[in-house]
């Protein structure tokens, strides 16, 4: 199989100027570059960029995949939006990290599966994917935990590491997160026992007198600088940022209470085990049903073959006659059918006499004879 990588960077918070694109061309001759985008797909030769150093820079969102089963995704957001300290709690090793460089706090998940011989187009991925940036900007950490998860995962972790503070909502995943999981083949058992501890996502309602009440808290300044953004229309998060300061949205320090990266394994491991031999059973029950029915209408068929003896061994010589090996097929099918019709019903000897008297009368057919033969019709 030859080599394939697909690298997919997008601008949201500002469109590119001229002058950058003009940057980024510098760097290939043949990527797709809009004011928002740089999209470039190798089946030789390597990607010249700096990834980082164009999040940095550029955009706000990044994709990555090769077909030896590396799978990336960046999501920046500027610090404002994020707490760098309260990352850091969930992006704890090399499959979930973080970096805070000029006001941004840019997020690393990376999935590694080399052993997986089989990959698929994620070209659509990254528009699935940017509605997490969204997410995280109004306060919403499932992500970031699913990114502990994955650390997990990875065997990234001490045993008795303990988990960061569960968010609410993680046994209720929307679209978006559905795809990072898949996309970054987070174990879903593993999602599941740890959706255990975590509460239902409750819809946040901002009443006016909520909003006016926080707005009359704030110094002139902040209010001005919030009106400007807002009438400059270039901050899609602007909205997620307010609502998420005026919910006022907190992510307290994992408990006591909370549950080892071993522990949860384990469930999920356990959780395998179950749903696998729940598995077998219901494939065994289904094989068992399968096997009842067709023996239902094997005995069925017998019996309205028991009728027409004659008929069907006149058919047989018919069959014999053509000499055609597709012929000789159906020819011993039917006799294996006469074979059951006599054994139901005592007359075995009477089909053994006209079964030799067929072999003889067809010896010099080895073909047929050899057939029969393997039909256990000696």
């Not at 043949?30 to 999209?39: C, D, L």
């Not at 909205?239 to 005026?246: D, F, G, K, N, T």
């Not at 999920?268 to 289904?286: F, L, N, Q, S, Y």
């Amino acid at each position: 199989m030859s080599e394939y990588q697909y690298y997919e960077f997008q601008a949201i918070d500002r469109r590119l100027t001229a002058e950058e694109m003009a940057e980024l061309r510098s760097f290939s001759t043949r990527a797709r570059i809009t004011p928002t985008s740089f999209v470039n797909d190798y089946e030789w030769g390597e990607f010249k960029g700096d990834e980082d150093a164009w999040m940095d820079k550029y955009f706000d969102a990044f994709l990555y995949f090769a077909n030896w089963g590396t799978n990336c995704v960046k999501l920046a957001l500027p610090t404002r939006l994020l707490d760098k300290k309260m990352v850091d709690l969930y992006c704890v090793g090399e499959s979930a990290s973080s970096r805070e460089r000029n006001g941004k706090i840019t997020v690393t998940f990376t999935s590694e599966d080399e052993d997986n011989d089989e990959w698929s187009d994620e070209t659509d991925a990254l528009s699935a994917l940017i509605p997490i940036r969204t997410q995280l900007a109004r306060g919403d950490l499932r992500s970031l935990y699913i990114g502990w998860l994955l650390c997990a995962q990875s065997g990234e972790l001490q045993d008795d590491e303990l988990e960061p503070s569960v968010p609410p909502g993680l046994g209720d995943l929307d679209g978006s997160l559905e795809r990072l999981v898949d996309f970054l083949r987070v174990d879903t058992d593993l999602i599941e026992g740890a959706a255990a501890a975590s509460p239902p996502m409750t819809v946040q309602s901002f009443t006016r007198d909520a909003i006016q009440k926080w707005i009359a808290g704030r110094p002139h300044a902040e209010k001005d600088d919030y009106l400007e953004r807002f009438i400059a229309d270039e901050e899609p998060a602007l909205a997620a940022e307010l609502q998420r300061l005026i919910g006022n949205r907190n992510v307290e320090a994992a408990s006591s209470t909370a549950r080892t990266a071993d522990t949860l394994l384990s469930a999920a491991r356990d959780a395998a085990d179950e749903r696998r031999r729940a598995e077998a059973t219901r494939a065994e029950i289904k094989k068992r049903r399968r096997e009842l029915q067709a023996a239902l209408a094997r005995t069925k068929y017998l019996g309205d073959l028991a009728g027409r003896e004659a008929a069907v061994w006149k058919e047989i010589d018919g069959l014999i006659a053509t000499r055609q090996p597709a012929s000789y097929d159906r020819a011993i099918g039917l006799l294996v059918d006469l074979r059951d019709v006599a054994a139901a019903h005592g007359r075995e000897s009477s089909f053994l006499d006209r079964l030799d008297l067929l072999r003889t009368e067809h010896a010099r057919k080895p073909s047929l004879l050899s057939k029969l033969q393997r039909a256990g019709l000696r």
